[in-house]
């Protein structure tokens, strides 16, 4: 019964978070301009009612619970969240530079350190988006390299593969190689014909 309510609590969040992304996850982030450098920029507004979402019922939720079951309900917001993001904006979206730029300035500077409150390792919940941010933000040059070594070793095995370490090389650790071409695919800089891997 306790994992049920823990569920349902977690669910009612991240459905609302949901629905006040949509704005968000439908930004045209293929057209925004690389305007200002990295640490004078601000959370896209368009993410703001998000936000506020959830730090107001994490804060609740964080006063209503006991500390071991809020730690269960923070976990299970911040993975299905992740989740949902990278489903939904990610995968859905094409990015220019500036919107790349701009969503890994959301994820590292506000959406990390909203859950960061209650954990050192709040990073650790949200990878998809933060190796999403990784391979979206490499320079051009760096990027169609790596998009054509992931390409041009599909069927290599054992030594020949070196497509995990050119990946973990930028920062990529949990990607397989056929969902890191899928995430380059998404640059507006670098595809006009997408290339994907079987």
Known sequence: MRKDLLHTLSETVIMEAKSKSRAYTRELWSAMKVE???RSLSLTPSACPMFEVLSKRLHQLQKALHATLFNKVWRSVAQQLD?????DLVLDNRFSDGGALQLKFDVTR???PLFAQFSDR???YFTQLIESCNLLNISKGSALLLR???LALEGATGVEDMRGKALKEIGVNTFSPKLSVTILNQRADITVNRVLID
């Open 122 to 124: 709040a990073n650790n």
């Open 110 to 112: 506000n959406l990390v």
């Open 36 to 38: 200002r450098e990295f």
């Open 148 to 150: 054509e070594t992931l």
């Open 83 to 87: 989740a949902h993001l990278f489903e």
